[in-house]
């Protein structure tokens, strides 16, 4: 059974950490800028790739660190995400976030992990977070497919409107809830 908790992370409030600077580095950082395009992300990695410079040099929110991880990179840190291969330096971290209370990701390593950056789904105002306790990212990958063509590029319109009948509702939040889920009952069964 899938017992995480799914959250949506307001990332421009938040100070991320991304140690690696390779292809996987590099998707991570795709990830939280595909989708938070503000995010606060300081980089550390030795090598940092040519692709990895291209795709930040525009980022004015995004610092990056051409050297190795010091214990002091995770000073202010509410999340990090390690994509490096390096186990011994994988678990140090492992060990210094839990000390510090920082949510950690690493890379193809889930018993390291506090969360998992599952696939997403994305139309509009509509985000769908997709998990699958972290055992196939590849299920994952094929449910956003199916997914991202069922649902009707019109979404965002609909969320509109949903929104002012809800701003237009009177009366305590039982009868909006009743009256909205009336509403979204006859959109779902057209």
Request: proline share 3%; with cysteine; glycine share 4%.
């Amino acid at each position: 059974m899938n017992t995480l908790f799914p959250i949506y992370v307001k990332m421009h409030q938040i100070q991320t950490l991304v140690v690696g600077a390779g292809p996987v580095g590099l998707e991570k950082l795709q990830a939280i800028f595909n989708n938070s395009p503000e995010a606060k992300v300081r980089v550390v990695a030795e090598v940092v790739s040519a692709e990895f410079k291209e795709f930040v040099r525009d980022l004015t929110t995004v610092t990056v660190a051409e050297r190795s991880f010091e214990e002091a990179d995770l000073e202010n840190i509410d999340v990090a995400i390690l994509a490096t291969d390096n186990e011994s330096l994988n678990n140090w971290v492992r060990e210094l976030a839990t000390k510090k209370h920082i949510l950690l990701n690493v890379a193809d390593k889930p018993s390291l992990c506090d969360f998992y950056l599952g696939s997403i789904v994305q139309k509009g105002d509509l985000k769908i977070g997709i998990s699958t306790n972290g055992k196939s990212p590849t299920i994952a990958k094929r449910v956003k497919e199916l997914l991202q063509e069922l649902i009707p590029e019109e979404i965002d319109e609909t969320l509109a409107l949903m929104q002012e009948m809800r701003n237009g509702l009177k009366g305590d939040l039982q009868r909006k809830i009743t009256v909205l889920n009336a509403h979204t009952k006859e959109l779902l069964d057209k």
